[in-house]
């Protein structure tokens, strides 16, 4: 990556645990020139090859000659490249290493593509700058973040999600780089915990998910591992409930800052976000970034306090996406971000103001359930139901029943337990008294695994597609397509 911009040229990237169509839907709509691909990776301890699936793609793009195939794993069986696919080590034969020169480039000129999950439709191939991209991450990473020359920066995340291009600019600050390839449980979950004593690491970014999935697996790693160095522990990728945020002060480390964050791919970067001077109140994400006009709004455009509403920022900002690519008049860009209010940038975050100043994401609004007329952020529920002991994770979506909307929850239940109506009547009694009678599920369904997608994020637009019997239409944007085929056996 670092050596394509040198030259001013575009990156992008997708992880290789893609399906060949998946990675097709993305590049085959950006034309690239030159295709970079491993032979293999490693997922809980398998190497998988992916050599025929990266040729494949290559072949398909008709830029087989220019494809070069990096042999990952060095111990491995050799691979085969391909007709006319070069290794990487044959590619670079002919070049002699000489001091990197960068191209000037004007501010907003090109950096990234990067695309959306591709849950409702296609992905999107959104355009990023050079300027506003290493603007925005340098403040978040040196004012929000708190990062200093010299510290050892990590986020658990493959090269396809946004993490990634916000980990590498953590360069611009003189930080060194974590990486991590791999399952986080593999072999158990304290595989991050050694990483980051070994390497002395300051800052452990990784998934609300994650934090959540170590809660309930008893494992305390401030009774195992030595983490003085760690001063920031963030969180992105779905809202940190509060008993997370219990859970990281008392089982991983007491005087760490925890910054939960929220922004997204369309930004590459955050909306809201920790702040080191401020306190850190449960569930509730500290503060606007700086220098972004957030704000939380009504149907009628008119700001809330403590209320739920639409996450907004009325004016520009650095990393707002130069456009879509193959969006010559904009049309698309314009619909996907100014189409609900006029001129003023709509999220598609269900948020809410707090007495604090924070802000609590309350899940997508256009995941929002809405029955008899109340708006529920699908996290309501979820911090409700996954306090329950016998709840690995959940999903809940709005059905369309009866002239209304019911709500219906999804739950994958620890192993060797099943649901039955004395767990339903406690289920429901828990979320009737922690959130309200409002929140509370028409039908709780037990299922073997809940479908997400490839950056972790539990996906309920498709689940709800399936259930009213819609096309889900990219597949290949889901980590486990097969979770879907419960919807073959759900009630009417």
């Known amino acids: 990556m670092l050596a394509t911009v040198s030259i001013g040229a575009i990156w992008s990237s997708c992880s290789p645990d893609f399906g060949e169509e998946g990675a097709l839907e993305r590049f ?41 195939i990096f042999e990952y794993f060095r111990n491995s069986p050799p691979h085969n490249a391909g007709e006319s696919a070069s290794a990487l080590d044959r590619f670079l034969t002919p070049y002699v290493a000489k001091d990197v020169g960068f191209e000037r480039m004007s501010f907003g000129d090109p950096l990234y593509i990067l695309f959306s999950s591709g849950t409702t439709g296609k992905p999107k191939c959104i355009v990023h700058s050079i300027g506003g991209t290493l603007l925005q991450h340098v403040k978040e990473h040196r004012l929000h973040a708190d990062l200093h020359d010299g510290d050892r920066l990590f986020h658990f995340t493959t090269c396809g999600w946004m993490m990634w291009n916000w980990l ?12 991590y390839d791999g399952s986080p449980f593999y072999p158990n979950g304290n595989i991050l915990f050694d990483y980051a004593a070994s390497e002395r690491m300051t800052y452990f970014g990784t998934s609300a998910k994650f934090i959540d999935t170590l809660r309930k697996s008893g494992l305390r790693p401030i009774d195992s591992h030595d983490l003085t160095s760690v001063r920031t522990i963030s969180a992105t990728g779905s809202p940190l409930a509060p008993e997370s945020f219990a859970f990281v002060y008392d089982g991983i480390k007491k005087d760490v800052h925890l910054a939960s964050i929220s922004g997204g791919t369309d930004i590459v970067s955050c909306f809201v976000l920790g702040v080191p001077t401020e306190p850190v109140w449960s569930g509730e994400i500290q503060a606007a970034g700086l220098g972004m006009a957030v704000d939380v709004w009504d149907e009628r455009g008119s700001t809330v306090r403590q209320e739920k509403g639409e ?41 809410e103001w707090t007495e604090h100043g924070g802000m609590i994401i309350h899940g997508r609004s256009d995941a929002t359930l809405n029955p008899g007329g109340v708006r529920i952020g699908t996290a309501e529920i979820y911090n409700q ?108």
């Not at 040729?55 to 494809?67: A, E, G, M, R, W």
């Not at 009866?402 to 620890?414: C, E, G, H, K, Q």
Request: glycine residues 6%.
């Open 28 to 68: 085959e709509q950006i034309e690239p020139k030159v295709f970079f691909s491993v032979d293999k990776y490693c997922y809980n301890g398998k190497i998988i090859n992916v050599t025929d699936k990266a040729y494949n793609i290559s072949k398909k793009l008709n830029i087989h000659h220019n494809t070069i």
């Open 168 to 179: 590498v600019s953590g360069l611009a600050s003189n930080a060194t780089l974590l990486l």
């Open 311 to 351: 996450l907004v920022c009325t004016k520009p900002f650095p990393s707002m996406p130069v456009g879509f690519w193959n969006d010559p008049d904009g049309r698309k860009y314009q619909a996907a971000y100014f189409g609900r209010f006029d001129n003023v940038w709509c999220h598609g975050d269900f948020a």
């Open 385 to 492: 139901i996954e306090q329950m002991p016998e709840v690995l994770e959940s999903l809940c979506i709005g059905q369309d029943f009866d002239n209304d909307v019911r709500i219906v929850l999804f739950v994958r239940l620890v192993d060797g337990v099943t649901l039955d109506a004395e767990m339903i009547s406690r289920f429901k009694t828990k979320i009737r008294t922690g959130a309200s009678p409002r929140h509370v599920p028409a039908l709780i369904i037990q299922v073997e695994d809940i479908p997400r997608t490839r950056s972790g994020k539990v996906t309920e637009l498709a689940v709800r597609d399936v259930v009213h019997g819609r096309e889900v239409k990219n597949e290949e944007a889901l980590a486990n397509p097969e979770a879907l085929a419960f919807t073959a056996v759900f009630p009417s």
